[in-house]
């Protein structure tokens, strides 16, 4: 049976909220709300908070008594944040650099971030931005994917391994963050707890497309010489009429602060 096409576009803020509401986001977002083991009265800071997909549960968590801020660069996203958020008083959302957040020292007890670092342009000053606001004894959740661990099944192993290559080298600017995060949040003066894989596996191309933008990707790798236009072609076929596959790992790591 032929599959749907693979969509071209997709809207940023559809995309996150998307995975945020998917079988996998709520999975691994659950792993990482139960590791922020937020309590009530806490302040915590999500950086990065994008159209604000965590923040109501934080909220929830931190109660009446607590304070939760949303941190993103993008103005639109702090609107939709805010929008999101209007009936949750303890909310605060700003629009502000994670390099540079601006909140005092030790001023939070929780901090938070998802699939930011993996775009950011220093990883290593938003770590240590991150330690500079969690109090000693306080928490910090980093959820991170490894770019190099996308895998799809495809007859010919070097077109999905020059497929992965291609993500990493020129579509994720820190494609390899979610294994460098132990040394990387050590070195930032965080203690970490613990290291926890998520492996997403994927057997239905379509949800596959909405999180992995197969189509415009390989027209990228095309351009750039990663994939024939012919091979390209082909890959796409196969992707959306031959059964599918594909699995990329996600790395929640906890670190406590002092």
């Known amino acids: 049976m032929v599959k749907p096409p693979l969509e071209k576009t997709v809207s940023e803020h559809d995309y996150l909220l998307r995975l945020a509401a998917s079988d996998l986001g709520r999975a691994y977002k659950s792993l990482a709300a139960g590791e922020l083991a937020i309590r009530p009265g806490d302040v915590v800071l999500d950086l990065g908070c994008g159209p604000g997909a965590d923040l109501p549960a934080f909220a929830e968590a931190a109660g009446p008594a607590g304070r ?17 958020t209007a009936a949750f008083p303890q909310i605060e959302v700003r629009e502000g650099d994670a390099h540079a957040c601006g909140l005092p020292d030790s001023s939070a007890d929780r901090v938070h971030t ?5 775009h950011v342009a220093d990883p290593d000053a938003v770590l240590a931005e991150a330690r500079r606001v969690t109090a000693a004894g306080g928490r910090a959740v980093f959820a991170e994917p490894d770019w190099d661990t996308l895998i799809v099944d495809y007859p010919d192993l070097s077109v999905p391994r020059a497929y992965t290559r291609f993500v990493t080298e020129k579509v994720i ?7 460098q995060l132990p040394r990387r949040a050590e070195r930032a003066g965080f203690t970490v707890r613990k290291v926890t894989p998520v492996t997403a596996v994927i057997r239905d191309v379509a949800k596959a497309d909405r999180f992995l933008g197969f189509q415009r990707v390989t027209d990228r790798a095309v351009e750039d010489g990663y994939l024939t236009a012919e091979t390209g072609r082909q890959w796409l076929r196969h992707l959306t009429t031959e059964p599918f596959f594909a699995s990329v790992t996600l790395y929640i790591l906890t ?4």
């Open 114 to 118: 998802d699939r930011v670092l993996q």
């Open 68 to 84: 939760v801020i949303g941190l993103d660069r993008d103005p639109s996203r702090v609107r939709a944040a805010r929008d999101r």
């Open 255 to 258: 670190a406590r602060a002092g």
């Open 173 to 179: 600017r820190n494609a390899a963050i979610g294994r």
